[in-house]
């Protein structure tokens, strides 16, 4: 499959990465606030190597989380995109939808609007049946972007993160789902 390169919304590029996103990439994932729902913040090495996978990936399946461009002033913000869940759990094998923005681009609607530009590709030009998203339970600003996706809590489906210690306090996770028929419905509803 010929990878999807680049996405468009009304105000971003979904994009792929270039070696000048590091340094920005890099200062978001050191950001403790940013990183508060994850077991700590990225050192530039870590960062680098995320990018490193996360073109993998791209490599592999032709579609992965892409790097976000304001359109207005061509600021990196930070990512969002599909990845293949890369841990076995009962909702697994599964395509998930993730994003991660710098705090200076919170609160604006971006997330919800990359995200759903994602959602679509997702539905649209890879023919899935269904994107899943999963996050810690404490995370209510991701939750609320999935909802506002139209994403609906499957909270029998919740469940122990396998790759955190049984005592990490971000363990527990909510899991969150779409089809793409409750996808259509949403864009016809």
């Known amino acids: 499959m010929e990878p999807i390169l ?6 971003l590029l979904l994009r792929q990465w ?3 996103d590091l340094p920005a990439f890099a200062a978001m994932c050191a950001d403790p606030q940013v990183m508060r729902y994850f077991p ?3 050192s530039r090495l870590e960062s680098a190597a995320l990018i490193g996978r ?4 791209f490599a592999e399946h032709g579609f992965g989380v892409w790097a976000l461009e304001r359109k207005d002033t061509g600021a990196f913000i ?3 995109g599909l990845g293949v869940v890369g841990f076995e759990a009962s909702f697994t094998p599964a395509v998930e939808i993730a994003w991660r923005l710098a705090r200076e681009h919170w ?3 971006y997330a919800s609007e990359a995200a759903w530009t994602a959602l679509r590709c997702g539905f649209d030009r890879l023919a899935l049946d269904e994107v899943v998203a999963f996050t810690t339970r404490a995370n209510l600003p991701s939750q609320k972007v999935m909802q506002a996706i139209g994403m609906h809590h499957a909270a029998e489906e919740d469940f122990a993160h396998p790759n955190l210690a049984s005592d ?3 363990r ?3 899991l969150y789902r779409i089809t793409r028929e409750q996808w259509l419905e949403t864009l016809h509803g």
């Open 78 to 80: 930070g990512f969002t």
């Open 107 to 109: 609160g604006l609607g």
């Open 54 to 57: 996360v073109r993998g990936h």
């Open 40 to 42: 700590a913040p990225l």
């Open 18 to 20: 270039r070696d000048d």
């Open 168 to 170: 990490h306090p971000l």
């Open 172 to 174: 527990e996770h909510v």
């Open 6 to 11: 680049q996405l468009e919304s009304a105000r």
